[in-house]
């Protein structure tokens, strides 16, 4: 069964850290892009990061770019988002999602989601 | 950024009766050489994530029910169900991933009269 599962997420104060994880199975990670995408409590879907599918290449939206870092094991089948300086702003659920080969193109695998809680 | 905009946010339809949401992107996203446009529609149920229903606008994602329909070009799309279920009950997102970072729509809420 092609899946992605995310783990790592939970209750941090404001200025700390976590390390998001996202495990595939059922397909060949280095053939994907990769992206995460976020959502705030009763909100919409905000997308944060992306990255190739050999990790040479990477974004970040605006409210993210500096703290957030994207990266990929594929050997691992693995990819994972370190977020630092964590905001209250941050607080939300962040998925993995696979593109396809292309850096343009609809994410058609999501994972169920990790929380992330910053408060103090 | 390309700011995508949906309409109505909610709406409550009648079951085996049309369901139809709008989006509206700021910038085209039909890309010339290709002329595909790069918009893409979700479904999300509550406690769920994201499940993608239709890419290219109008191209259904495999074991979709063939209900579900999108159209449109440049900057206007429709998703359109043409027989709402029960199950249909959903928030869907309109997502454009050509130009730039990818964005969503702001999500429009579907219930049953």
């Known amino acids: 069964e092609v899946q992605l599962v995310e783990s790592g997420g939970g209750l941090v104060q404001p200025g700390g850290s976590l390390r998001l994880s996202c495990a595939a199975s059922?397909?060949?990670?280095?053939?994907?892009?990769m992206h995460w995408v976020r959502q705030a409590p009763g909100t919409g879907l905000v997308w944060v990061s992306r990255?190739?599918?050999?990790?040479?290449?990477?974004m970040y939206a605006d409210s993210v770019k500096g703290r957030f870092i994207i990266s990929r094991d594929n050997a691992r089948n693995t990819l994972s988002l370190q977020i630092n300086s964590l905001r209250v702003e941050d607080t939300a659920v962040y998925y993995c999602?696979?593109?396809?080969?292309?850096?343009?193109?609809?994410?058609?695998?999501w994972g169920q989601g990790t929380m992330v809680t910053v408060s103090s | 950024d390309t700011v995508m905009t949906q309409s109505p946010d909610s709406l409550a339809v009648s079951l085996g009766e049309r369901a139809t949401i709008n989006c509206k992107s700021s910038?085209?996203?039909?890309?010339?050489?290709?002329?595909?446009?790069?918009l893409a529609w979700y479904q999300q149920k509550p406690g769920q994530p994201p499940k993608l229903l239709i890419y290219?606008?109008?191209t259904r994602e495999s074991g979709v029910p063939d209900r579900f329909s999108g159209s449109g070009s440049g900057t206007d799309f429709t998703l359109t169900i043409s027989s709402l279920q029960a199950e249909d009950v959903a928030v869907y997102y309109c997502?454009?991933?050509?130009?730039?970072?990818?964005?969503f729509g702001q999500g429009t809420r579907l219930e049953i009269k």
């Open positions: 990255i190739n599918t050999d990790g040479s290449s990477t």
């Open positions: 290219w606008a109008s």
């Open positions: 910038q085209s996203v039909l890309h010339s050489s290709s002329n595909r446009n790069y």
């Open positions: 059922g397909f060949t990670l280095s053939n994907y892009w």
């Open positions: 997502q454009q991933y050509y130009r730039g970072p990818s964005t």
């Open positions: 999602a696979r593109g396809s080969n292309a850096e343009e193109d609809a994410y058609d695998i």
